[in-house]
C-alpha cells in the first residue's frame, strides 16, 4: 500500500492546562491521494479540533497532548505556528465554514487571493493576478475580471465560498480540508457548492477531506467515511459499505435520521432521531461514551471503552456492533 | 489590473455643506445671546482700563462701537458682516479681527495638529502592541499607565510636565512658541519652535492618546477573533502581516470616527493648553477677548471655530469613506 497523503494518528486535544478534559480522545485516519474522506457526526463532536490541529490552527484554549499528523510520511510541525506556514495553503488548504465572515471586509476579494500567492510563490505581479482570474473563473465566478475588485459585501454567500475555495486552492495544495463548506448555504448553492469541489478535485487530483453533519451530502460525494463521536472515531468505511451496512449503533442512528430516498423506497424511511445528546467533555465516563444513548448497551459498555475492530476496510469501535444486514 | 473607480459622493458634500451653514448661523445666534447676558461689555473694560468711569466717556465709545443700537440690529449687524466675510475690527486690540485672528492661528493649528498627531500614533502604536502581547507583560505596562494618565486632569499633566522636564531637568523651555530674541532662520527656527512646541503638544495630547490606546487595543483584540483573521492565517499569513495589515485597518476605523468627534475637544483643549504654557494661539487670543468684553472677537473666534469643526469633521467622513469600501455616503 503506498503512503497515505496525510496521516492522523492517535491525535488527542485537550483544553491546556486541564489534562483530564480530552476533546480528542486519540483519533487516527489517513487521506489517500485523490480520494475524498468524509468525517461526520453531530456537532460537538471534535470536528472542526480535528481539521483546525491539521492545520495547526487550534484555539490557545486547547493544546495537543498526544499523537502525530505527518504529511506524506513526515510529521508536521503542527504546534509551531511559524513552520506551518509554510504547509497551509501550499500543501493543506482550507475551507470554513461561514463565506460571509471569511474574507476581510477591506480588501477586494481577488486581492485576498492574490496574497496567498504572493505570500508563497516568487512571481511577477502580472502573471500572478493572471493566475487569480485564472481561479475565479475556475470556481464559476462571472465576470471575473470585474467581480475580482469587488469587495466582499457586494458577493453572495455562494460566490463568497467559491473565492474562499479557489484561495484554498490557490497555491495548488494536494489536500482540502473543507470544514461544514456548505452549512451555512442555502439548499440548491449546497448542490452547486459540491459539484464544484468534486469537479474541481477530478481536475486537480486534490484529496478532500469533507467535514460535515450532514450524512446526505456524503453518499455521492465521499469514497470513505469516518463517523466521530464525542472525541473519538466510531466508525469508518468505505461509503457503500456505511451506507448499506453500519455496524456501529451511532452510525445506524445517523443514518436512521437522515432522508434517504432508497431507503424510503424499500419502506423504511421513517425518520428516528438518536435520543439525548452528546455528553460533555467534561463527564467522567468510564467505557463506551455512546452507552447512555445506545440500543445495544450492556454493562460491558459502561465498564470499558471498545477498541477498534476491522473488517477489512470497514472498522468500528463497538462491542455490541449491529448485526451484518442487507437492506430493510 | 486595474481597480474600479468609486464615484466622488457630491450629494454628499452638498448636503453636509448646507447642513453646516445652517450649524454655524445657529451657533453664531445662540452665543451671541449667551455672551450679551454676560455682565459688562468692551466700552466700560476700555475705560476701566484707561482708569475712568465717566459714564460720557463710556456712552461715546458704546456709541463708537455700535454697543448703543437694540439688540436684534447688532446681531443683524454681525450676521451681515459674518455673511460677507469682514469680521469687522477690534477697539481693544487696535487690529482687523481677521488680521488678528490669523496671526493667531498656525500657532494653534500647528499645537493642535501635534497634540493629534502623538495621540493618534501614539494610540496606535502602544493599541497595537499591546493587542499583539494581551495580558503578557507589555501589554499589562501599556494599559497601566494607559489607565493612569486617563484618570489624570490635563491641566496637572502640564504643569507638572513644565515643573519636571522644563524647570527641574532643563530640557525644554517653559513658555513660549519661540526664542524671538535669538532671531533664528530656516532650519534652526523650526528646531527652535519644535523645541517650544513638544511640551505643550504632548500635554494636551496625553488624555486623547491613553482613550486611543485603549480603543485600538479593545478593537485589534476585538478584529483578531473574528473569523476572516483565522481564514487569513489558513492561508500562511504571517502574524506581523495579519496584525498590521488586516486587522490595524479594520480596527482604526472606530479610531477615526472617535478622532473625529474630538477634534471640537482638541480645539476647546487649546484654551487652556496655551494658557499655561504662554502658547501664543487663538486659544490664548479668546481668553484675552473674554477679560477685555471684545465680544465681537470672542464671537468671531467661536463662529470660525465651529466653521472649522464642522469641516474637520466632513474632512473626517470623507477619509473615513475612503479607508471603509463598505460604507456609502448619502
Ligand atoms: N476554545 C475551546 N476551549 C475549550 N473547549 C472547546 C473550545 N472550542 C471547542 N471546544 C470543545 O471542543 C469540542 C469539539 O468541538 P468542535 O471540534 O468544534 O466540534 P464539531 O466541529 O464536531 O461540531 C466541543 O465539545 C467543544 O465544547
Ligand atoms: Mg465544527
Known amino acids: 500500500m503506498t503512503t497515505p497523503i496525510l496521516a492522523v494518528e492517535n491525535l488527542q486535544i485537550s483544553v491546556r492546562k486541564k489534562p483530564g478534559l480530552l476533546i480528542l480522545r486519540g483519533v487516527s485516519f489517513t487521506v489517500h491521494a485523490g480520494e475524498t474522506l468524509a468525517i461526520v457526526g453531530e456537532s460537538g463532536c471534535g470536528k472542526s479540533m480535528t481539521s483546525l490541529a491539521i492545520m495547526g490552527l487550534l484555539p490557545d484554549a486547547v493544546e495537543r497532548t498526544a499523537g502525530s499528523v505527518r504529511f506524506k510520511g513526515r510529521e508536521l510541525p503542527i504546534t509551531d505556528n511559524r513552520a506551518m506556514r509554510k504547509v497551509r495553503a501550499v500543501e493543506i488548504g482550507m475551507v470554513f465554514q461561514e463565506p460571509m465572515a471569511a474574507l476581510d471586509p477591506l480588501y477586494p476579494v481577488g486581492k485576498q487571493v492574490l496574497e496567498v500567492i504572493e505570500e508563497h510563490e516568487q512571481l511577477p505581479r502580472e502573471m500572478a493576478w493572471k493566475r487569480v482570474i485564472d481561479l475565479l473563473t475556475k470556481v464559476d465566478l462571472p465576470n471575473p475580471e470585474a467581480l475580482a475588485w469587488s469587495y466582499p459585501h457586494k458577493l453572495s454567500g455562494g460566490q463568497l465560498q467559491r473565492v474562499v475555495i479557489a484561495m484554498a486552492l490557490a497555491c495548488n495544495p494536494d489536500v482540502l480540508i473543507a470544514d461544514e463548506p456548505t452549512t451555512a448555504l442555502d439548499v440548491t448553492v449546497q448542490a452547486q457548492i459540491m459539484r464544484l469541489l468534486k469537479r474541481l478535485q477530478r481536475d486537480t487530483g486534490v484529496a478532500i477531506v469533507l467535514i460535515t453533519h450532514n450524512l446526505g451530502l456524503v453518499a455521492h460525494t465521499a469514497d470513505r467515511v469516518m463517523v466521530m463521536y464525542a472525541g473519538n472515531k466510531a466508525e469508518e468505511a468505505p461509503t457503500r459499505d456505511l451506507f448499506l451496512s453500519p455496524r456501529h449503533p451511532y452510525s445506524r442512528g445517523l443514518l436512521d435520521a437522515t432522508p434517504n430516498p432508497e431507503r424510503a423506497a424499500a419502506g423504511g424511511g421513517v425518520l428516528r432521531e438518536i435520543p439525548g445528546t452528546v455528553p460533555s467533555i467534561a463527564d467522567p465516563m468510564p467505557g463506551c461514551r455512546f452507552a447512555p444513548r445506545c440500543p445495544n448497551a450492556s454493562d460491558l459498555c459502561r465498564a470499558r471503552v471498545p477498541e477498534p475492530t476491522f473488517e477489512g476496510a470497514h472498522g468500528y469501535a463497538c462491542f455490541h456492533p449491529v448485526a451484518r444486514e442487507t437492506l430493510t | ?330
Open chain 2, 1 to 330: 489590473m486595474k481597480p474600479i473607480r468609486r464615484r466622488f459622493p457630491w450629494a454628499f458634500l452638498g448636503k453636509r455643506l448646507v447642513y453646516g451653514a445652517l450649524a454655524m448661523l445657529a451657533i453664531a445666534i445662540i452665543n451671541f445671546f449667551l455672551l450679551k447676558l454676560a455682565p459688562g461689555d468692551a466700552a466700560e473694560a476700555l475705560a476701566g482700563q484707561a482708569g475712568t468711569a465717566d459714564p460720557e466717556y463710556i456712552a461715546q465709545l458704546r456709541a463708537q462701537f455700535g454697543l448703543d443700537q437694540p439688540l436684534l440690529s447688532q446681531l443683524w449687524a454681525f450676521l451681515t458682516r459674518l455673511a460677507t466675510l469682514d469680521l469687522g475690527y477690534s477697539h481693544v486690540f487696535n487690529e482687523r479681527v481677521s488680521t488678528l485672528i490669523l496671526s493667531r492661528l498656525p500657532a494653534t493649528l500647528m499645537l493642535m495638529g501635534a497634540a493629534i498627531l502623538i495621540a493618534v500614533i501614539g494610540g496606535i502604536v502602544f493599541g497595537v502592541t499591546a493587542a499583539r502581547y494581551a495580558n503578557r507583560w507589555p501589554d499589562r505596562a501599556i494599559s497601566f499607565v494607559a489607565l493612569l494618565l486617563y484618570g489624570t486632569p490635563p491641566y496637572w499633566i502640564g504643569l507638572m510636565m513644565i515643573l519636571i522636564f522644563a524647570v527641574w531637568l532643563g530640557w525644554t523651555p517653559t513658555s513660549g512658541m519661540e526664542n524671538v530674541l535669538a532671531f533664528h532662520t530656516g532650519w534652526d527656527r523650526v528646531v527652535d519652535i519644535a523645541h517650544h512646541l513638544i511640551l505643550p503638544a504632548l500635554a494636551q495630547s496625553i488624555f486623547y492618546l491613553a482613550i486611543y490606546i485603549r480603543l485600538v487595543r479593545a478593537g485589534m483584540l476585538e478584529v483578531l477573533s473574528l473569523d476572516f483573521i483565522r481564514v487569513a492565517r489558513a492561508k500562511g499569513i504571517s502574524e506581523r502581516r495579519l496584525a498590521y495589515r488586516h486587522a490595524l485597518r479594520n480596527a482604526v476605523l472606530p479610531l477615526v470616527t472617535v478622532v473625529g468627534t474630538n477634534i471640537g475637544n482638541f480645539l476647546g483643549g487649546a484654551v487652556l493648553t496655551e494658557t499655561v504654557f504662554s502658547w501664543p494661539g487663538v486659544g490664548r487670543l479668546m481668553f484675552d477677548a473674554m477679560f477685555q468684553r471684545d465680544l465681537n472677537l470672542l464671537l468671531s473666534i467661536l463662529v470660525l471655530s465651529s466653521l472649522f469643526v464642522i469641516v474637520a469633521n466632513l474632512i473626517v467622513d470623507l477619509l473615513y469613506a475612503i479607508i471603509n469600501p463598505t460604507v456609502e455616503l448619502k
